[in-house]
């Protein structure tokens, strides 16, 4: 894989119910981040970590928790779905040695009933 | 509250036209700009950016200009083709290299 890579791509889930996104990025950046993006809203920020081992809250972090356990990987989880996380969910990663530029993943799609 | 706003949900220019996208931001802590460009069911693509220090920035059919001043910037792409028909976000960060994004205006270009 090269880039940045989100599962599933899509889900439809009844409300109440636990669900995680995956995300993984093969280009051993150490910044990663998750948004969400809504009609006329953009992408607003949710969760962010600038290094395994460590998260920080974004703009929009209540109802979401995140975890990061090596470089690669950045899981969103929603312990308990609601409707109005119906979304979708973006990851993104870049390099702080680098420039401020971040890549994004392909997203997926979240409908909570 | 919003701290980077586009105006303008929507755009439409003939191609061959130049199109103008504007951006306004309120924190003046920012000092590095991106635009975005995103396909439907596709991830947010870097297209240009911009530091505070300069005013311009060119790269091929794209031309970003930031008004310190007035915190506003605009992009420009000239000649249009039908390929730039997408959804361009503006991105703003402070030294904490997080970014912030504004709502998107929608590209068509008409043939």
């Known amino acids: 894989i090269a880039g940045i890579t989100q599962a599933p791509t899509s889900q439809i889930l009844a409300a109440g119910r636990r669900m995680t996104l995956r995300c993984t990025q093969d280009m051993r950046h150490n910044a990663m981040y998750w948004y969400r993006q809504d009609l006329g809203l953009g992408l607003r920020l949710i969760h962010y970590?600038?290094?395994?081992?460590?998260?920080g809250k974004g703009e929009v972090p209540d109802g979401y928790s995140v975890s990061r356990a090596n470089t690669d990987d950045f899981p969103l989880t929603l312990a308990s779905a609601v409707p109005s996380q119906t979304s979708v969910y973006f990851c993104?990663?870049?390099?702080?040695?680098?420039?401020?530029?971040?890549?994004f993943g392909p997203g997926t799609r979240l409908t909570v009933l | 509250d919003q701290q980077v706003k586009q105006n303008s949900p929507s755009l439409s220019v003939q191609e061959g036209r130049i199109s103008i996208l504007n951006c306004d931001y309120t924190?003046?802590?920012?000092?590095?700009f991106l635009w975005y460009k995103k396909y439907p069911a596709e991830g947010p693509t870097f297209l240009i950016s911009?530091?505070?220090?300069?005013d311009k920035n060119e790269d091929g059919r794209f031309t970003v200009f930031l008004n310190k001043s007035a915190k506003h910037l605009s992009l420009h792409i000239v000649p249009s083709q039908p390929g730039d028909s997408a959804v361009y976000f503006c991105?703003?960060?402070?030294?904490?290299?997080?970014?912030?994004f504004g709502a998107g205006t929608t590209v068509t270009v008409r043939a």
């Open positions: 911009i530091s505070s220090i300069k």
């Open positions: 970590s600038n290094t395994a081992g460590t998260t």
């Open positions: 924190n003046s802590m920012f000092d590095y």
């Open positions: 991105a703003a960060s402070a030294n904490d290299y997080k970014l912030s």
């Open positions: 993104a990663s870049s390099d702080s040695q680098g420039g401020r530029e971040q890549f």
